[in-house]
């Protein structure tokens, strides 16, 4: 299982990122996933998840009707959307299987850093 993020970055509080996950090593649309966030101090927590079919999607109170996730299983990619970031959403950002009591592959990306800040 290889899970490769990009697209943090320092923004603005209201603006916008988009992040990516490139998954390989297993087969991206047999699995429900997930992009969590860990913040110094605080346990890593999912944010946003959706089905393999892309049917069901559901989002933490926190970030609800400000970040999307799309995927695309053609590509193996999986993405985050986000927009009017506030400072809070700072954080490293992961994906990994996840959701509907699918548990999170052992092995985890190096994640890609979301500094929200003016």
């Known amino acids: 299982v290889q899970l490769v993020e990009s697209g943090g970055d320092l923004v603005q509080p209201g603006g916008s990122l988009n992040l990516s996950c490139a998954a390989s090593g297993f087969v991206f649309g047999r699995y429900h996933m997930s992009w969590y966030r860990q913040t110094p101090g605080k346990g890593r927590e999912s944010v946003a998840r959706i089905s393999l079919g892309r049917r069901t999607i559901e989002y933490d109170e926190s970030v609800k009707g400000r970040f999307t996730i799309p995927r695309n299983n053609a590509k193996n990619t999986l993405y985050l959307q986000m927009n009017n970031l506030k400072p809070e959403d700072t954080a490293v950002y992961f994906c990994?299987?996840?959701?509907?009591?699918?548990?999170?592959?052992?092995?985890w990306g190096r994640g890609t850093p979301v500094t929200v800040s003016s």
């Open positions: 990994n299987r996840g959701g509907w009591n699918d548990l999170p592959f052992d092995s």
